[in-house]
């Protein structure tokens, strides 16, 4: 695959463009049609939320400083935010499952040391591995769902930045050149 070309901003600070002054005047207006030069906004459910508010404000400045802070990636952005969000809780969700589960063994260990009775240990522990086996299917279920939602954070990852990766792309490299008005004529066009 071949390299995109750099954006106007990185040929003007770098100065050594092999382009005309009209390539990069063309190359510049063709950027900014790119632009809704509106701001990206946060929505109502993203400022409600802790963690995906945080995830906006962070997103929000990167694309400040790379000049991509556009409206067109506001939706997407929002719902990256949210599920950022979402798989933060289950995470925390497993953890708590996880202490549980723990906390579970140390208290079994102290009980059975306690009970007299061989029966009453054994039905104890077949207890015991029933509640710690739906913990287990619970964590499991937790880690799916971590997984799709990691899943499509990833998802939109790569399509955010092949998005505005494709809108640089999208810009012809050079200035297409307008016919010899001679060759029209000669040719019938004109």
């Avoid at 995830?55 to 000049?67: A, S």
């Amino acid at each position: 695959m071949p390299t995109p070309t750099k954006p106007f901003k990185v040929l003007s600070t770098e100065k050594k463009s092999h382009r005309t002054k009209a390539e990069l005047k063309k190359r510049e207006e063709e950027e900014q049609s790119l632009s809704t030069d509106i701001e990206l906004k946060e929505r109502k459910e993203i400022k409600q939320n802790k963690i995906a508010h945080k995830e906006f404000k962070r997103i929000e400045k990167l694309l400040k400083n790379i000049d991509k802070n556009d409206a067109i990636y506001e939706a997407v952005i929002n719902r990256y935010c949210l599920l950022q969000a979402e798989c933060y809780d289950l995470e925390e969700r497993r953890e708590e499952f996880y202490k549980l589960v723990f906390e579970l063994k140390e208290e079994s260990k102290e009980l059975t040391d306690k009970m007299d009775y061989d029966e009453d240990v054994m039905t104890y522990k077949l207890e015991y591995a029933k509640a710690i086996d739906k913990i287990m299917s619970s964590m499991l279920s937790i880690d799916k769902q971590i997984q799709s939602k990691r899943k499509m954070l990833l998802d939109i990852e790569k399509e955010n930045v092949m998005t505005i990766a494709s809108a640089l792309r999208s810009i012809p490299k050079k200035q297409e050149k307008d016919d010899n008005p001679l060759l029209k004529v000669l040719r019938g066009e004109a």
